[in-house]
């Protein structure tokens, strides 16, 4: 995998369309998020995450989180190992800001295998910039549940950027039926947010693309 290019212009876009927007996505989303490889170095990273921690893109690409983190690794080399063979995985950390403050956020990490390669999709749900404890909330769902076409239309428009009325002119139906599609997506993959549910259809994608091979 190059760094810096998105691992999945290798592969031949599937179907539905859903590659070219994972990267679209990935950088466009408020939601801070990184690939990690296998050493947990980060191969890349979005304009958010960025905003988060104050570093420029080079000083985090090729460096593994840990060194970002206060006390060291959250995880063992050998919870980690573990970790990248589950679905997801969840954690509180105290990140290392630029500006030598600090921030505690809570993470889920989404392993998957792209291009052959093992990755680790990680998002950052919550913040909390005065270092206050991250108080954990169970999912709702599973992350992997199937929507339904016109679910998986709403969810890419909204990772777009569309609003709800542009996304409503765009199908041809009305405002509050795409809140019910948006609300019944946000169900099936445990989101607390729209931010959230693109960061879940996120890991979706990664997850599609390693069970397709």
Known sequence: ???GTPPGEARKASDDGWQPLFWEAFRRSTNPMALFDEQRRHVEVNGA???LLGFSRGALIG???YDFVLGGPVMSAE???AALGETQ???IADLRRQDGGSVTVEFAGHPAVVNGKQVVLGVIMRVDRRGKHVARRPPHGSATEKLTKRELDVVRMIALGGTGPEIADE????HNTVR???RN???KVGARSRAHLVAKALAEILYRQESQG
């Open 171 to 174: 199908l041809h139906v009305t």
């Open 180 to 182: 019910t599609h948006a």
């Open 63 to 65: 460096r593994p989180i």
């Open 185 to 187: 997506a946000m169900t």
């Open 1 to 3: 995998m190059t760094v």
């Open 89 to 91: 995985f969840t954690g």
């Open 79 to 81: 919870r980690w190992k």
């Open 49 to 51: 995450y960025l905003r």
